[in-house]
């Protein structure tokens, strides 16, 4: 990653380097070489119920003292070290995580459910590798059972198809029924009740 910042009269006063992986660190371009890196350290955040005028008294009030040296922008946050087998961020693995607490209120299409996946997260790789001929054999036979007339057409769950009225492109547009559904079978289920396929509306068992 490499960039640059330039004052209000449009000088270059900082080079920016680094990359995603490390961190990023601004250098001052009459830096001398072999100036070390200086350390920012961050003010404390705002409360969420800030108004407008505490945000700028906030703003005044912390401002930032810029070195005159290359300093670090950004820099990446240390990756859990549990259950960590790819070395994702703490981000990325939120991404997959499904608390038990959740599992009742997810729709059984989600994602998180995935049996492969959650095998291969897991480092249970020969179990990935036999979940996922599972999923593709029967995302076969349901296609040939859709073809024969069986099935009803496929048609998007959560989303709509539209064009977009400037450019003319198609796109597609939720079209706000999740939210109701997961809202209406989290209400009839029973506490701690796994989600179950047949108490969502139109929704198949595609795991």
Partial sequence: VTGEARNRRGDRVYEVAGDWTSK??????????????AEIACP???????????????????????????????????????????????FAMSLNDKPAGLE???????SRFRPDQRAMETGE????????????????????RREQGELRPWKPRWF?????????ESYW??????????ERVAAEQAPGQLPSVDKWSNVEDIF
């Fill in 125 to 144: 790789y020969e179990l990935a590798d036999q979940e996922k001929s599972r999923l593709e054999n029967k995302q076969r036979a349901t296609r040939r």
């Fill in 44 to 90: 404390r955040q705002p409360d969420a119920s800030a108004s407008a005028g505490d945000a700028v008294r906030y703003a005044a009030s912390n401002a930032i003292d810029v070195p005159r040296r290359p300093f670090v922008l950004w820099r990446i946050n240390e990756r859990p070290q549990t259950n960590n087998t790819y070395h994702l961020t703490a």
């Fill in 104 to 110: 009742p209120y997810l729709c059984p299409t989600d």
């Fill in 160 to 168: 709509s198809k539209r064009v977009d009225d400037d450019s003319g």
């Fill in 24 to 37: 990023l660190v601004a250098r001052p371009v009459d830096a001398q070489a072999g100036d070390g890196e």
């Fill in 173 to 182: 547009c939720f079209n706000g029924e999740y939210w109701d559904e997961r």
